[in-house]
């Protein structure tokens, strides 16, 4: 039977044995998800076939590309490219490959930044970068990562713009991964700090306007159509959400393989057009669920 977590607004069903069927009856090590405009939900595949595996909101497969591209997959996050000929997109990351690469939906490569299995000099992209965003100017943001304590962004013309971050616990300072870095509705660059328990925001610029802290092990966040901030929490295990002024409006999560509970650490997460909610763990192979809002 399926598990009602949450409460109040943020309620939800989780969905046993989501995207699983007998040609496909499980995944491997899950580390990225993403939606695209359809609710076509883009599942990021470490292990078993490094690739990227596409699924309608039902769970029924549709597509996989990327097979033989990927050696450590890591973030994916999908939005639309603004300017002349606007289109839908695709950024992931590859740890082992220190790269970002563009893909349309169906998986044809784009463009990519860095040198293939090549990291770059000290402060400079990248070293095995966790995540890519983009911003409603067409500028790229990077969070880079685990091989060193920056922040890139890049302009429209997809070249490098600005860098900033060092290893420590000072404000604009960072431990060991800098995770994601998103826009919020405001024009803040939240950045996820997760060696601190803290999630930093700069301007676009990389000036430092302050923190929410007091998380356990953050590790990914989206932003909701409300306006609020979905944080998933690796070591509590936990699902979070936040106010854009950092109150904590609720909390849910408990340690099982059961329905509604996570085996080891809730990874990556994104929300869909419709409020409903895709997890992915990593450590433990076959763990991504979906959690109907209620």
Not at 228 to 237: H, K, L, S, T, Y
Not at 248 to 255: H, K, T
Not at 260 to 269: E, I, K, N, R, V
């Given at each position: 039977m399926a598990s009602i977590v949450g409460s109040g607004k943020w309620t939800f069903e989780a969905v046993p044995d989501w995207g699983r069927s007998a040609a496909r009856p499980e995944f491997g090590v899950v580390s990225g998800v993403a939606c695209d405009s359809e609710d076509n939900v883009y599942v990021f595949q470490r292990t078993i076939e490094p690739s990227v595996l596409v699924f309608n909101r039902e769970g029924t497969f549709l597509r996989q590309w990327g097979l033989g591209e990927f050696r450590h997959p890591h973030g994916i996050w999908i939005g639309s490219e603004r300017g002349p000929g606007s289109r839908e997109v695709v950024l992931v990351t590859d740890r082992d490959l220190h790269q970002v690469v563009k893909y349309s939906p169906a998986g044809e490569r784009l463009a990519e930044w860095g040198t293939s299995r090549e990291p770059g000099d000290a402060g400079e992209p990248f070293n095995q970068p966790a995540r890519a965003t983009l911003g409603p100017e067409g500028e790229m943001f990077v969070a880079d990562g685990y091989g060193q304590y920056r922040v890139h962004r890049f302009g429209a013309d997809g070249l490098p713009a600005r860098s900033w971050g060092r290893r420590g616990t000072g404000p604009g300072e960072f431990r060991w991964p800098v995770h994601h870095a998103l826009l919020d509705p405001r024009g803040r660059l939240l950045v996820i700090d997760r060696g601190n328990g803290r999630i930093q925001h700069f301007s676009p610029d990389?000036?430092?306007?302050?923190?929410?802290?007091?998380?356990?092990?953050?590790?990914?966040?989206?932003?909701?159509?409300?306006?609020?901030?979905?944080?998933?929490?690796?070591?509590?295990?936990?699902?979070?959400?936040?106010?854009?002024?950092?109150?904590?409006?609720?909390?849910?999560?408990?340690?099982?393989?059961?329905?509604?509970?996570?085996?080891?650490?809730?990874?990556?997460?994104?929300?869909?057009?419709?409020?409903?909610?895709?997890?992915?763990?990593?450590?433990?192979?076959?763990?991504?669920?979906?959690?109907?809002r209620r």
């Open positions: 990389g000036e430092y306007l302050g923190a929410w802290t007091g998380f356990r092990m953050p590790q990914d966040m989206v932003v909701t159509p409300d306006h609020d901030v979905v944080i998933a929490e690796g070591a509590r295990p936990a699902i979070t959400i936040l106010s854009l002024d950092g109150e904590v409006l609720g909390r849910w999560g408990e340690r099982g393989d059961g329905p509604g509970q996570f085996a080891d650490s809730p990874h990556s997460l994104w929300m869909d057009s419709r409020g409903d909610l895709y997890v992915g763990e990593v450590l433990t192979p076959n763990r991504i669920q979906k959690f109907v």
